[in-house]
């Protein structure tokens, strides 16, 4: 009867990433903030003059009530945005990440397994953890005497699949609210600009001279709407498109240098 091997203690393996995690949380501080702000510096008595408003800030307290609403969906855009600069700069490590792909490469090259590693110890973030989690399975693999080399390569492979894997979610995380934000901003900005012509419309249909000032509230509510809708749409598209080719430049160099990896062992093997 075979004796039975002691299994190995496993670690959970996490990502580098840090980041917010319950955005939700922050959706509710930016609401919060954003009431208070229209409730008590947009509508404070000193910017108006017998109800009429006497600078921007009036101005943007007679938009109505979807004035906070995209106000805080404009917040959330900054914050979130923010949060993936700090996160994504985190994740890229401390030095330039296309001389740390250069420098990791020219060791694998010379078959310095320890340099290389040494690299992703000095660069740290996202990328470094991946290439030293490819690199620690590759020194196994070398001292491995029982699988194939084709075995051995295929398990290479899928470390660096699995290291990627892990590291991918929290590099994307919260960018799918700001796609969200793109959308949504401009639809709620509309519906804002759509009640604020319906007031307008209502002051014109009025019996006999039509109210001015409501003609004018109702046109200022629309225009207002339509301006942060359209700032909010705006601002996401281009948070989530530049934050997008960030993180697929960060993918492109866990690919290439999970590449080199695999070819370098192919080749010495």
């Known amino acids: 009867m075979e004796a039975q091997k002691p299994s190995k203690p496993t670690t959970e393996k996490v990502s580098n990433v840090r980041g917010i995690r319950n955005a939700f949380l922050v ?21 108006f003059e017998e109800g009429h408003p006497i600078d921007i800030w009036g101005t943007i307290y007679k938009g109505g009530v979807i004035v906070p609403i995209l106000q805080t969906l404009f917040l959330t855009v900054i914050v979130l945005s923010v949060e993936r ?13 296309t001389k740390f792909v250069a420098a990791v490469k020219s060791c694998l090259a010379k078959k310095d397994i320890n340099g290389a590693m040494a690299l992703c110890d000095k660069q740290k973030g996202s990328v470094a953890a991946v290439v030293k989690s490819a690199l620690i399975r590759y020194k196994e693999m070398d001292e491995n005497t029982v699988l194939s080399k084709e075995q051995k390569i295929a398990t290479l492979q899928k470390e660096v699949e699995e290291a990627t894997a892990l ?15 793109t959308t949504l901003g401009t639809l709620v900005g509309l519906l804002g600009t759509v009640i604020g012509m319906i007031k307008s419309f209502q002051a014109l249909a009025a019996s006999g001279a039509p109210d001015s000032t409501e003609l004018s509230t109702g046109i200022s509510e629309a225009l207002i709407n339509t301006a942060f809708g359209i ?6 598209v281009i948070s989530y498109n530049f934050y997008t080719n960030k ?23």
């Open 27 to 47: 959706i509710v501080a930016c609401f919060i903030v954003c009431v208070l702000l229209f409730i008590f510096w947009f509508g404070h008595d000193m910017h």
């Open 85 to 97: 600069w700090i996160s994504l700069s985190s994740a890229k490590g401390k030095g330039n990440i």
């Open 167 to 181: 590291e991918m979610p929290a590099l994307q995380q919260n960018l799918p609210i700001v796609a969200t934000m």
């Open 231 to 236: 700032a909010t749409g705006a601002f996401a």
């Open 247 to 269: 993180i697929d430049n960060l993918t492109y160099a866990i690919d290439e240098i999970g590449f080199s990896i695999v070819q370098t062992f192919a080749a010495t093997h």
